[in-house]
């Protein structure tokens, strides 16, 4: 299985990113999609997923700016639509794929995705 991401870069507080993941190597669309990402010194952080039942969760941090969702015309691209970006958003945001069944809200945690995109750097700047 592998995980590519793109949509990274460098941007202004207020302004808005769209990163995407095209997970490949499943033999189904029963598995699930989420973003992590990481600042410098921290830990990596859940950001939003997109089911494989089609329910979305997100950080307490990034609802009502972050939208995930599944690209309408490819059934195996999402995408993380971030809008209003402060500077505490800056970090290497990674794409995560699984094909395990979540429970407890299991989803906010690294090991339980079995792959990982390279990441992408987001920069927002005040």
């Known amino acids: 299985v592998h995980v590519a991401e793109s949509g990274g870069g460098s941007v202004q507080a207020g302004d808005s990113l769209k990163l995407s993941c095209a997970p490949s190597g499943y033999g189904s669309t029963s598995y699930s999609v989420a973003w992590f990402r990481q600042a410098p010194g921290k830990e990596r952080e859940f950001v939003s997923v997109y089911s494989w039942t089609g329910n979305t969760y997100y950080a307490d941090f990034v609802k009502g700016r972050f939208t995930i969702s599944r690209d309408h015309g490819k059934d195996r691209l999402y995408h993380l639509q971030m809008n209003d970006l402060k500077p505490e958003d800056t970090a290497v945001y990674y794409c995560?794929?699984?094909?395990?069944?979540?429970?407890?809200?299991?989803?906010?945690?690294?090991?339980?995705?079995?792959?990982w995109g390279q990441g992408t750097q987001v920069t927002v700047s005040s």
């Open positions: 995560a794929a699984t094909g395990r069944a979540f429970s407890n809200r299991s989803f906010t945690r690294t090991h339980e995705y079995d792959s």
